[in-house]
C-alpha cells in the first residue's frame, strides 16, 4: 500500500510538472511574452538560463508570422554537468497547431547538439506561431544558457511584453459631418484644443459624450459641432465644363446640269428663233463683203 502511494505521489508531482511547462494562462496587455519555470531565468533581452534536470522558457503568445521553410537558430552553452543528451537542449515551435523541434528535426543527421553550440533546424510550416519554448528535461542536473534565438531574419526578445490595444487618437472622436472622414487627417498630432476656425468644416461627435477638443462647446445641437461651418463635401467638385459651340452649316448654290444654260442672261426666246437670226446676220455680213469688192473693182479701172 506504502509503495502504490509513492507512486501516485510520483506520477502527481510529474502531471503538476507538465502542465508548468505547457499552455500558461492568457497572458493581458503589458504581462511578459516568455515566462521561466522553476529555478531558470530570463537573463538577458536575446539569452536565457535554465536551471535544472527538467526545466524551460516558454511562451503561449508569441504571435509571430512566419514563411514556408524558415530557418532557426539558437547557441547553447553547457555547464555545472548539464549534457546535450536524451532531447535536451531544444528549442520548439508550435506553428498553426503543427509543433516542430531541432531536435526531431534533427536526429536523422545525427547533428541535435549542432556543432560548437550552434544549432540551426528548419520550420516546414507557414503560419502564425503561438507557442514556443526553449527547454532542458533530460533528467541530468545542471545549467544552460540559451542565446541568440534567431527566427528566420528576426532576433528573439525574450524580454518583450505582451502589446495592449492601441491608443485611439483624439481626432478619432469626430467625423467630418456628411462623410465617413475622421479629422486625423487635417490634425495628425493636435497639441491641445482646437477651434472651429482651425476644423473649417461641420463636425459630428462619434460619441456625444467625448468631445476631446471642444468643438460641441455651445451645445446647439447635440454631437454636432461648429455648426457655423459649412458641411465638408463627400467629394472634390469638378466645374461643369461649358458645351462646345456647334458650327451652323450652309449648304452651296447647286450647280446647274449640262446643257441647262451657261452666264447668259434669259430672254425669253425660244432656241430656234435664236438660231433664225444668227442665220440672218451671216447672210447680211457676206453681202456686204461682196459689195465691197465690186465697188473696189470699179475705182481701180
Not at 507538465?18 to 533581452?45: E, H, R
Not at 461641420?202 to 454631437?223: A, E, R, S, Y
Not at 456686204?288 to 465690186?294: K, N, P, S, T
Amino acid at each position: 500500500m506504502r509503495t502504490l502511494k509513492t507512486i501516485g505521489a510520483a506520477l502527481g508531482a510529474l502531471t503538476l510538472s507538465t502542465l508548468m511547462l505547457s499552455a500558461p494562462a492568457q497572458a493581458k496587455p503589458g504581462d511578459p511574452v516568455w515566462t521561466a519555470n522553476g529555478a531558470s531565468a530570463i537573463t538577458g533581452k536575446n539569452e536565457v538560463t535554465l536551471k535544472g534536470a527538467n526545466t524551460s522558457v516558454e511562451t503561449a503568445n508569441l504571435n509571430m508570422e512566419m514563411a514556408a521553410a524558415t530557418t532557426v537558430s539558437f547557441h547553447y552553452e553547457l555547464a555545472d554537468g548539464a549534457t546535450c543528451s536524451a532531447g535536451a537542449p531544444r528549442v520548439y515551435l508550435v506553428v498553426n497547431g503543427v509543433n516542430t523541434n531541432s531536435w526531431d528535426q534533427l536526429i536523422g543527421g545525427n547533428t541535435q547538439c549542432g556543432e560548437d553550440g550552434d544549432v540551426s533546424f528548419t520550420v516546414a510550416t507557414p503560419g502564425t506561431i503561438k507557442e514556443a519554448g526553449v527547454v532542458y528535461d533530460n533528467g541530468t542536473a545542471g545549467t544552460v544558457v540559451v542565446s541568440d534565438l534567431q527566427i528566420g531574419d528576426e532576433l528573439v526578445n525574450f524580454r518583450a511584453r505582451v502589446p495592449g490595444p492601441p491608443e485611439p487618437r483624439d481626432c478619432e472622436a469626430y467625423l467630418y459631418t456628411g462623410t465617413k472622414q475622421n479629422l486625423c487627417a487635417d490634425f495628425p498630432n493636435p497639441p491641445g484644443k482646437v477651434n472651429c476656425s482651425d476644423v473649417k468644416y461641420h463636425v459630428t461627435l462619434v460619441d456625444v459624450k467625448n468631445d476631446p477638443w471642444g468643438l460641441d462647446g455651445n451645445q446647439g445641437i447635440p454631437g454636432i459641432g461648429c455648426e457655423s461651418n459649412p458641411l465638408k463635401p463627400s467629394k472634390p467638385t469638378k466645374p461643369t465644363p461649358k458645351p462646345t459651340p456647334t458650327a451652323t452649316y450652309t449648304p452651296a448654290p447647286p450647280v446647274p446640269a449640262p446643257g441647262a444654260g451657261g452666264g447668259l442672261p434669259v430672254t425669253g426666246a425660244s432656241g430656234g428663233t435664236l438660231a433664225g437670226i444668227g442665220l440672218g446676220a451671216l447672210v447680211l455680213g457676206l453681202g456686204a463683203v461682196l459689195l465691197a469688192r465690186r465697188w473696189k473693182a470699179r475705182f481701180a479701172a
